[in-house]
């Protein structure tokens, strides 16, 4: 069963929910240990005190902030929750708005809300609230010693509270070499146009996408501890270099034809579809 990182109360005007916040995405990398090439021993990490030289347990580690050159302020973890114990303690809503109003950039890392029994009417009252009126709220939490941005989504049945980045985070593109408004030829748009729609789903499904690099490194990993012969290793295959715009847009077409017809997907316009809940980004 998943265990709660963080328990508190969603404000929402005068009305506390009580709730509990669980973990929403998890990774899916491989873990590889550090050995020595020698003689596959372990590589260990130990944490040396710089003063005596010795190596320190994790129960003799405390927190220090440097206000002076090697000189330091240490602090607890009740210091921090006495800075403010009501910010560490609740996810206080500031704002509404509509979703598409907040660029993506800011988004970072979703997480569940469980409401207690208590606050199940009232929970249930703030998702149906949000997914009608199609707009998220805007909120401040303090999740272990850090305080955040955060939005609260309807998505289905559970409120997610996605973190988010502060303005000063989000590093501005403007000094990137990027192309200006250039007024580009109708047929060259309208060539566009008809990948973009052949390529264009009704619904997104992840299900249909899996990591094959990972799933890739696996059989090799298997294959290697089996004893076998690794395949040859591939190459990507080359790109050719963009003479004709147009000409590499018909057969980029010509191509997502084929797939979908592959797939057994018409190449029927879909209906739009009818606006619905606010989901998660």
Same mark, same amino acid.
């Given at each position: 069963?998943?265990?709660?990182?963080? *328990? !508190?109360?969603i404000n929402f005007g005068l009305?506390?929910?009580?709730?509990?916040? =669980?973990?929403? +995405?998890k990774?899916? &990398?491989? *873990? =590889?240990?550090?050995?020595?090439?020698?003689?596959e021993g372990r590589i260990k990490y130990e944490r040396i005190c710089s003063v005596d030289g010795k190596p320190v347990p994790w129960d003799e580690i405390v927190k220090g902030y440097e206000y002076e050159k090697d000189h330091y302020v240490i602090l607890t973890d009740d210091d921090f929750k006495k800075v403010n114990p009501e910010a560490t303690q609740s996810v206080d809503i500031l704002e509404f708005v509509e979703l598409d109003r907040i660029n993506p950039m800011y988004f970072d890392k979703p997480y569940y809300l469980e409401? *207690?029994?208590? !606050? @199940?009417?009232?929970?249930?009252?703030? @998702? &149906?609230s949000l997914a009608r009126a199609n707009k998220v709220a805007v909120a401040r939490v303090v999740i272990r010693t850090k305080e955040y941005l955060a939005a609260v989504k309807p998505? !289905?049945?559970?409120? +997610?509270? &996605?973190?988010?980045?502060?303005?000063? &985070?989000? +590093?501005s593109p403007d000094d990137l070499a990027l192309p200006g408004q250039e007024t580009l030829p109708d047929a060259e748009m309208s060539m566009a146009k008809m990948l973009i729609d052949s390529m264009s789903v009704e619904t997104f499904d992840p299900q249909q996408f899996t990591n094959r690099y990972r799933d890739e490194v696996l059989a090799m990993i298997d294959a290697r501890a089996a004893g076998k012969e690794l395949p040859k290793a591939k190459k990507a295959p080359a790109r050719a270099k963009v003479v004709n715009l147009m000409d590499v847009l018909a057969q980029s077409l010509e191509e997502s034809k084929k797939r979908r017809a592959t797939r057994g997907v018409s190449d029927e316009k879909p209906a739009p579809a009818k606006r619905g809940k606010t989901s998660a980004a």
């Amino acid at each position: 069963m998943a265990h709660a990182i963080w *328990s !508190g109360a969603i404000n929402f005007g005068l009305v506390t929910i009580p709730v509990k916040l =669980f973990t929403a +995405v998890k990774t899916d &990398e491989l *873990s =590889f240990n550090m050995l020595h090439a020698k003689d596959e021993g372990r590589i260990k990490y130990e944490r040396i005190c710089s003063v005596d030289g010795k190596p320190v347990p994790w129960d003799e580690i405390v927190k220090g902030y440097e206000y002076e050159k090697d000189h330091y302020v240490i602090l607890t973890d009740d210091d921090f929750k006495k800075v403010n114990p009501e910010a560490t303690q609740s996810v206080d809503i500031l704002e509404f708005v509509e979703l598409d109003r907040i660029n993506p950039m800011y988004f970072d890392k979703p997480y569940y809300l469980e409401p *207690s029994k208590q !606050g @199940r009417h009232a929970y249930a009252l703030l @998702r &149906e609230s949000l997914a009608r009126a199609n707009k998220v709220a805007v909120a401040r939490v303090v999740i272990r010693t850090k305080e955040y941005l955060a939005a609260v989504k309807p998505l !289905g049945d559970v409120l +997610v509270l &996605e973190l988010m980045h502060w303005a000063n &985070e989000i +590093v501005s593109p403007d000094d990137l070499a990027l192309p200006g408004q250039e007024t580009l030829p109708d047929a060259e748009m309208s060539m566009a146009k008809m990948l973009i729609d052949s390529m264009s789903v009704e619904t997104f499904d992840p299900q249909q996408f899996t990591n094959r690099y990972r799933d890739e490194v696996l059989a090799m990993i298997d294959a290697r501890a089996a004893g076998k012969e690794l395949p040859k290793a591939k190459k990507a295959p080359a790109r050719a270099k963009v003479v004709n715009l147009m000409d590499v847009l018909a057969q980029s077409l010509e191509e997502s034809k084929k797939r979908r017809a592959t797939r057994g997907v018409s190449d029927e316009k879909p209906a739009p579809a009818k606006r619905g809940k606010t989901s998660a980004a």
